[in-house]
């Protein structure tokens, strides 16, 4: 069985910075793309960004971009999402996906539908 484990939210004021980490396990996983999704209180869960198994190509929405960086290590089974300058817009629930992509290591993905295994989630809360 699968498991996909956040970690890392927390609460921190405007302009701070926090890292979440997600880690899988429970099977052995050859080449997976990982991504970060979050979901404000009354909204759809949307993408934050996404990288590919081989780490080289990344994707972030534009509310994030130039603010959180996403990095992997694949000896850990493990993605990162570095945030810094968070607003009070980025307070949502954060979530991790990983779907597995066999040949196509350079690829990332950002839809839902595209992701086969998630975390539950954890809370960022950014204070004003």
């Known amino acids: 069985q699968v498991q996909v484990v956040e970690s890392g939210g927390g609460l921190v004021q405007a302009g701070g910075s926090l890292r979440v980490s997600c880690a899988a396990s429970g099977r052995t996983f050859r080449n997976v793309a990982m991504g970060w999704f979050r979901q404000g209180p009354g909204k759809e869960r949307e993408v934050v960004a996404a990288i590919g198994w081989s780490g080289t190509r990344t994707y972030y929405a534009d509310s994030v971009k130039g603010r959180f960086t996403i990095s992997r290590d694949n000896a850990k089974s493990t993605v990162y999402l570095q945030m810094n300058n968070l607003k009070p817009e980025d307070t949502a629930v954060y979530y991790c996906?990983?779907?597995?992509?066999?040949?196509?290591?350079?690829?990332?993905?950002?839809?839902?539908?595209?992701?086969?295994?998630w975390g539950q989630g954890t809370q960022v809360t950014v204070s004003s």
């Open positions: 996906a990983l779907r597995d992509v066999g040949s196509s290591i350079f690829y990332y993905y950002t839809r839902r539908d595209e992701y086969d295994y």
